[in-house]
DNA sequence: CTTTATGCAAATTATTTGCAGCCAA
DNA sequence: TTGGCTGCAAATAATTTGCATAAAG
């Protein structure tokens, strides 16, 4: 597991769905898959920027949006700021937790009373027992 | 039915929640009442404006917040701005539809493989069947 | 080459804060 | 009376847009 930037797996992965493979496409593909929690388009500028990476936080914007719009990445609308993560190719739906933002994806379907679940928030397991 | 506002009720009810019963947290009250899906502080603001009741929009962001404080209203973090509902005095959570943005409260408890539910987004059964 | 993406600066939009005056309890 | 509440103006903060330049296919 190195920590280099897997260039050829995102350019690929940017192929695929349509959309031309920037090298701002790829470095903030690679930010996101460090994450496993949803992070903002300001988290995102800032590492690229400590990474000596220079990207503009326009780009970070536009980027994150378009990579929402080829299913690639989930956007968390959360209080003030939106947060993303790197998505499964599957069809899948979320549960969010409040207190740590672990985020788990669920395959199965979750509905109550004919109500058709697509996103959960809640406390997850760990957190319900004290972390 | 009346259209009117039930200032006393909304008194009573700011002074069990041990806050004072001002002027404008009744109109805002007034205005959260005439709806059953969550609007924004602006929306607020334009319909006391309408209705004649000038107040001052922070003065609308300042009491949605008590509100919230108190448990007597509910925040919903949309994209782009938050909203506001009233809710309930019993302990419940939220099923929101984000297409017509009904929300049922629901006062059993919804948890999934040791994840406790708390707001549950998704489609409703009307807008599932076409409306 | 041609189209699409980038990035800076400026504009928008939602929300918050400072502070002086007002009002409910 | 008096501490909490209001409202204006100004400050923040996140996000978007215009436009000229740069890079991908």
Redesign the pocket.
């Known amino acids: 597991m190195c920590k280099l930037v897997d260039t050829a797996r995102w350019q690929a992965l940017l192929?695929d769905v349509g959309?031309?493979?920037?090298?701002?496409?790829v470095l903030v593909l690679d930010v996101l898959a460090e994450h496993t929690r949803p992070i903002?388009?300001?988290q995102i500028h800032a590492e690229l920027y400590e990474r000596g990476e220079?990207?503009?936080?326009?780009?970070v914007?536009?980027?994150v949006?378009?990579l929402a719009e080829v299913g690639l990445v989930h956007v968390f609308p959360q209080a003030?700021?939106?947060t993303y993560r790197l998505c499964g190719p599957a069809r899948h739906h979320h549960l969010i937790c409040r207190i740590c933002r672990l985020v788990i994806e669920r395959s199965q379907e979750d509905d109550v009373d004919g109500f058709h679940a697509e996103e959960i928030y809640g406390i997850c397991a760990a957190c319900r027992r004290g972390t």
């Open positions: 192929g959309i031309r493979a920037t090298t701002q496409r903002s388009a300001q220079p990207i503009g936080l326009t780009t914007y536009r980027t949006s378009s003030g700021e939106a």
